[in-house]
């Protein structure tokens, strides 16, 4: 029984490991350059069904309320799928590891059409969860930042700290902005627009 209780803490911290070795690895790539966007066409059919896939299971075992809102849309977005994908999956994990039992997480996706051609995209990740200090939002992006002293912050709650760094970045170099709105107890709200 103890070498069973050894064995799931050392698969445990080599998950970790490996999830700190790619965040770091992601991280040096970007800032040397190394990073070259692929955009192609990416159905937004497609994208919102990989969302829904793997954060509907994840919501329900937390007994999360997970909503998809898609408000009208182009249907197909040329981007980087890759690049994309990790935006959304690091904005809704976060929202997901700190919201609380019985809470919701919401996610919006749309497209609008403008006058000189390009599609202006917007992904929206809100939550109900433990939100962020107004001192630690100054700091959010930064490598390793977490709010440790948050006191709704669960102790089991640990992470790389190197998530919303990734994501402001890849936001950077796909020619996009953030704009992050939170209130402690009440919530975060994450919203990431590019053309």
Known sequence: ?????????????????????????????????????????????????????????????????FVVQRAPTASIVVVDHTRLNQITLNLLSNAVKYTPAGGTVTFTAHSTPQQDGPLLCSIQVRDTGIGMSKAFQAKMFEP????????????????????????KRLVDLIGGRIVVKSVPGKGTTIRVTFL
């Not at 990416?42 to 969302?51: A, G, H």
């Not at 930042?145 to 919303?164: F, H, I, V």
């Open 144 to 167: 390793f930042s977490q709010e440790y002293d948050n006191p709704l912050r669960s102790k089991a709650n640990s992470g790389t700290g190197l998530g919303l760094s990734i994501v």
């Open 1 to 65: 029984e103890r070498w069973q209780d050894d064995l799931r803490k050392i698969e445990a911290s080599s998950t970790f490991l490996l999830s700190l070795i790619n965040d770091v690895l992601d991280i040096s790539k970007i800032d040397s350059g190394k990073v070259a966007l692929t955009p192609e066409p990416y159905p937004y059919d497609d994208y919102i069904s990989n969302i829904r896939n793997m954060f509907e299971p994840l919501c329900r075992q937390k007994n999360l309320t």
